[in-house]
């Protein structure tokens, strides 16, 4: 059973250009929840969505940033115009559904911008 | 909103040794918290959790007890080995949301 997969791994941006993180939940998993971390940091949350829909979205900045759950394929955290401070590594955690409240991390994509 | 506090931030045992790693919460209505570890380069892989309506939760070396009065929680590992060297991370969740502490780097010396 495959589990949280998230890509690209590595990714380096110019200040300026997008920046298009994506997230496929385990199987059978319909949430997905986007999270930051800074450089020695704990994680700070950004958004959560279902399918096709945004149910939370009072961590993610609000401009430049989008999150969006397809009916079919992956998640996408998009970060337009990037800046230097948008440095991190984006983690995406997926669960089952409503009422069950693990939450299983994905590798991780680290954004650099130069 | 919710505010996990995480203690100590840096912890170095002796191999066989005991560790507890300490959390405190600020919403009472937090009723679910996880515990992760984080190997340097990878993802959070979650390790334990307990509910609010559970005291103490316990598998194999590594146990969970939770105070909602206080609103503490704590992570307590036996007989460490090396190979638990890692970043732990305590949260709690309220709404849908975690909320993570800061870290804690565990360094067991062989």
């Known amino acids: 059973n495959a589990g949280v997969m998230q890509n690209p791994r590595h990714l380096v941006r110019r200040r300026g250009q997008e920046a298009r993180l994506r997230c496929s939940p385990m199987k059978g998993h319909s949430h997905v929840y986007w999270y930051r971390q800074l450089p020695e940091e704990g994680l700070k949350f950004m958004v959560y969505?279902?399918?096709?829909?945004?149910?939370?979205e009072s961590g993610m900045p609000k401009e430049r940033f989008s999150a969006e759950f397809p009916k079919e394929g992956p998640s996408i955290l998009r970060i337009q115009q990037v800046v230097r401070g948008d440095s991190a590594a984006y983690f995406c955690?997926?669960?089952?559904?409503?009422?069950?409240?693990?939450?299983?991390f994905g590798p991780g994509t680290r954004l650099t911008v130069t | 909103g919710e505010n996990v506090e995480q203690h100590p931030s840096t912890l170095s045992v002796q191999e066989g040794d005991s560790a507890v790693i300490k959390c405190t919460y600020s919403d009472s209505a937090s009723n679910y918290f996880p515990w992760y570890k984080q190997e340097l380069g990878k993802g959070p892989q979650l390790i334990i959790d307990i509910r609010s309506n559970v005291g103490e939760k316990k598998d194999q070396r590594i146990a969970v007890t939770l105070n909602k009065t206080a609103k503490h929680f704590s992570l307590h590992i036996t007989e460490t080995q090396p190979e638990d060297s890692a970043v732990y991370f305590c949260a709690a969740r309220s709404g849908s949301r975690l909320t993570f502490g800061e870290g804690t780097q565990l360094t067991v010396n062989p």
């Open positions: 969505l279902q399918k096709e829909n945004i149910i939370d």
């Open positions: 955690a997926s669960s089952p559904g409503t009422g069950v409240y693990e939450q299983y």
